[in-house]
C-alpha cells in the first residue's frame, strides 16, 4: 500500500520562506509523478508544481520564480522550497502521487503567510 506524508507547513510572513517535504512510502513501480496541490477553503484543489520519474519539473504562474520543485529518488522525498511567499499562498498543501493509474494523496499540511 502506498502512502504519502507531508511535512514543513506553518506560519511565514510575506517575503518569507518555507520549505515543505512529502515521504513516499509502498510499492511504486515504473513512471511517476510527484505534485504538490493546494486547496483553500471553498475552492477545489490546485496544482502548483510537478516533478516526473524523470525528472522534468513543472510549475504553474503562481510558483514561477519562487517555488522549486526537487526529489530524492533513494530517500523518496519530494521537496518544495517556498520563497517570497505572500498572503495568497496561504493554503493546505497536498502531496500526490500518480503512479499506474492511481493517485494517492497526503493528509496535508497548512501553509499560512501572514504579518
Known amino acids: 500500500q502506498v502512502q504519502v506524508v507531508e511535512s514543513g507547513g506553518g506560519l511565514a510572513q510575506p517575503g518569507g520562506s518555507l520549505r515543505l517535504s512529502c515521504v513516499v512510502s509502498g510499492d511504486i513501480r515504473g513512471f511517476y509523478t510527484l505534485a504538490w496541490f493546494r486547496q483553500v477553503p471553498g475552492d477545489e484543489r490546485r496544482l502548483v508544481a510537478s516533478?516526473?520519474?524523470?525528472?522534468?519539473?513543472y510549475y504553474t504562474e503562481s510558483a514561477k520564480g519562487r517555488f522549486t520543485i526537487s526529489s530524492d529518488d533513494a530517500k523518496r522525498t519530494l521537496t518544495m522550497q517556498m520563497n517570497n511567499l505572500e498572503p495568497e499562498d496561504t493554503a493546505v498543501y497536498y502531496c500526490q502521487l500518480a503512479n499506474n493509474g492511481r493517485a494517492t494523496w497526503g493528509q496535508g499540511t497548512q501553509v499560512t503567510v501572514s504579518s
Open positions: 516533478i516526473t520519474s524523470i525528472g522534468a519539473p
